[in-house]
């Protein structure tokens, strides 16, 4: 199973990206799904999850600028990051709870994308 993102890059403050991250391989079912940041000699932290279900949750930091959705066809997961602020650079990494079809259920990570707010 792989995970791989898209969508980094340089934006102007108040400006807006998608990022997108695929699944793919032995997948039998994907349950939540969702994106964290990291910036360098900081704690990581949860920005947004999506459940199989399509329960949401956001980090109080991006409540309102981004929203989460997952194409459950496409076993694809996205994150709108609208307002876009300097302190939402950082490298942003997808996950996603998997089961594959030899039943094993493991916490995939795909690999970061960096996005960089600044002028």
């Known amino acids: 199973v792989q995970l791989q993102a898209f969508g980094g890059g340089l934006v102007q403050p108040g400006g807006s990206l998608r990022l997108s991250c695929a699944a793919s391989g032995s997948i039998f079912t994907i349950y939540a799904m969702g994106w964290s940041r990291q910036v360098p000699g900081k704690q990581r932290e949860l920005v947004a999850s999506i459940t199989s279900g399509g329960s949401i949750n956001y980090a109080d930091s991006v409540k309102g600028r981004f929203t989460i959705s997952r194409d459950n066809a496409n076993n694809t997961v996205y994150l709108q990051m609208n307002s876009l602020k300097p302190e939402d650079t950082a490298v942003y990494s997808c996950?996603?709870?998997?089961?594959?079809?030899?039943?094993?259920?493991?916490?995939?990570w795909g690999q970061g994308t960096l996005v960089t707010v600044s002028s």
């Open positions: 996950n996603a709870d998997i089961l594959s079809f030899l039943r094993n259920r493991i916490q995939y």
